[in-house]
């Protein structure tokens, strides 16, 4: 891995932080470090602190002398972890979860009709 890799692992992390968390408008682009500072409160607080390294040495990729001092093989590690956490729950996760909740929301809807419905059928003496 060498410093040019540096650049897109942070726009990687930085895009699965918009699509998870929110925090950018529709056509966007968002880097890492707006997004630490929108929505890193979200991270838990071991991977925030690997965020925030990892913001540091794409800062530090600019400048060719500082990003030769730039850990990378801890900065691997700190995008694998970040990768991992936040790409599980994508977009489809995200869908089939709010159907889950409006099916939920529905079925609980007729449960307390049809519950209602016989507490006054035998209210009126027809059950």
């Keep these: 891995m060498g410093i040019e890799r ?10 699965l932080m918009a699509m998870r968390f929110g925090g950018l408008r529709r056509g966007q682009q968002a880097d890492l470090e707006s997004m630490l500072r929108k929505r890193g409160g979200a991270l838990p607080r071991r991977l925030r602190r690997q965020a925030r390294l990892l913001a540091q040495a794409d800062r530090m990729a600019g400048q060719p002398k500082l990003a030769r001092q730039v850990d ?4 691997e ?3 694998t972890a970040l990768v991992a956490h936040l790409r599980p729950l994508g977009q489809g ?5 709010g159907a ?4 939920a929301t529905v079925l609980l809807g007729l449960l307390l ?4 419905a ?4 035998t209210r009126q003496g027809l059950i």
Excluded: K, N, T, Y
Excluded at 93 to 97: D, T
Excluded at 100 to 103: D, E, Y
Excluded at 118 to 121: F, G, P, R
């Design 77 to 79: 590690r700190a995008h």
């Design 113 to 116: 009709l049809a519950a209602v």
């Design 100 to 103: 889950a909740r409006v099916a």
């Design 118 to 121: 016989i507490w006054i059928m």
């Design 6 to 15: 540096i650049r897109p692992m942070a726009d990687e992390v930085a895009s």
């Design 72 to 75: 990378l093989d801890r900065l």
């Design 93 to 97: 996760m995200r869908l089939r979860g």
